[in-house]
Structures are given as C-alpha cells and as structure tokens.
C-alpha cells in the first residue's frame, strides 16, 4: 500500500514570494490533516479535511495560508505571502474513517524563508 | 482541549542503556494515546498506540509504554537501546472538541552514547 506522498521535498524562497506544498493521501483515507513543524517542536495543526469539506481551519493563519481539497483526495497547501516564520516543515497526514485515531504522515516538505 | 507534556527536550543514554522518555497528558482520561517516532528528515512513524484494552503497550523496534491512569502519565521505555534508535520522539493526544486529529508534545530527542 503507497503512503502519503508529499512534493516538494525542500523550498527555498524569499520573503514575500509565495510557495504551494501538494499531498496525496492513503488511498481511501477521507480524512486529510495539514501540520507545522517548526524547528525544535513538536507537529502544530493547521487544517483538516473530511473529504474535501474543512473539520477544523482555526489554528490556519488564513490571511496568507490557504488549503483546499476540491475532489476529496489530493491537497493543495499554499502560502502567500510568505515570511521568515513560516520556515518550517509542512507535514501531511491522512486517516480513515474507523476513527482508531492513527495518523499516516508523508516525508514532510521542509520551507526555508530568506 | 487535550493536551500533553514531555519531560526533557533532550535525553542522552549510551547503548545498551535503558530508555525512559516521559509523557503526562492533562486530566481527562483519553481513549487513545500515541508514540511516534521521527528520524531525520522524515515523516513521523507509529511507534505504538494506547487504546484502553491493555495498560503496557508493545511498539516495534522493542518499545513498549505503560499507561498509569494514577500519575496521567505514558511513559515510553526500551530495555537496552540501540544506536539506531536515535531520533525524535513525540507522544500525541486525540484533540478533540469535535475534531479527530492529534495534539503532540513538543518531543523529545533521543541521543545514544557509544
């Protein structure tokens, strides 16, 4: 079974300019989460999907972030316009319906803002 | 909302040595709990779930954690460890309030000794 897969590995852009991550989910995995990493802690939610329907955007800095899941299945993460705290690693993650609570994370894309 | 604490950034242990990384989770009693492991430049990875049908929890890799309703704590353990169990380590907690996903402690580094 493929696992998450995220693209691009690494971004390095400058501050200001704008950056979209993409994540394609376990296949048949309807919920899809996006999460912050930032340096030096642990993983912060920013946005997650039930299908292509948003459960929870409330930690998502919505005035340069922006996410979508239009047929249910791949998303689109993007930042616009970027600043030096936004450097991080963007980790995608899906689950299942069975509501076991385990969470399937991708590689990560990791953003360096200069 | 849920949430967890990790005790110790950063634990150094030499090989062979036991591991013992901490986790408390705040005052409601869960219904699961999570260990997952992140090696450099990866996604993170189960290490092993808590789901109230037994209190000591085997992982992979030989971890395993207790879950002690008494002290709100979930502490993970390896009886000899390895070099290769090198990585950073983060205990996660469902979020609840509505949504499924997981709130996760600010990790823990695990450094092994020669």
């Known amino acids: 079974e493929a696992g998450v897969a995220q693209s691009p590995r690494y971004k390095i852009i400058e501050k200001r300019q704008s950056v979209a991550f993409w994540c394609n989910p376990i296949s048949g995995h309807a919920t899809l989460y996006w999460y912050q990493q930032i340096l030096g802690q642990g993983p912060k939610l920013l946005i997650q999907f039930q299908n292509n329907g948003v459960v929870d955007d409330s930690q998502l800095p919505k005035d340069r972030f922006s996410a979508e899941r239009l047929k249910g299945v791949d998303s689109t993460l993007k930042i616009q316009p970027a600043k030096l705290e936004d450097s991080a690693v963007y980790l995608c993650?899906?689950?299942?319906?069975?509501?076991?609570?385990?969470?399937?994370f991708g590689e990560g894309s990791r953003l360096t803002v200069l | 909302a849920q949430s967890v604490t990790q005790l110790g950034s950063h634990v150094s242990v030499s090989e062979g040595a036991l591991v013992l990384l901490r986790c408390n989770y705040s005052?409601?009693?869960?219904?699961?709990l999570f260990w997952y492991v992140q090696y450099p430049n990866q996604g993170l990875q189960l290490l092993l779930k808590y789901t109230s049908a037994a209190t000591l929890v085997k992982g992979i890799n030989g971890f395993e954690a207790e879950f002690k309703k008494s002290e709100t704590s979930f502490h993970l353990t390896k009886p000899s460890a390895h070099m290769s169990d090198a990585a950073e380590y983060f205990c996660a907690i469902p979020s609840g309030g509505g949504a499924d996903g997981l709130t996760f402690g600010k990790g823990t580094h695990l450094i092994i000794q020669p």
């Open positions: 005052s409601s009693v869960p219904p699961y």
């Open positions: 993650a899906s689950s299942s319906r069975s509501r076991t609570g385990e969470l399937f």
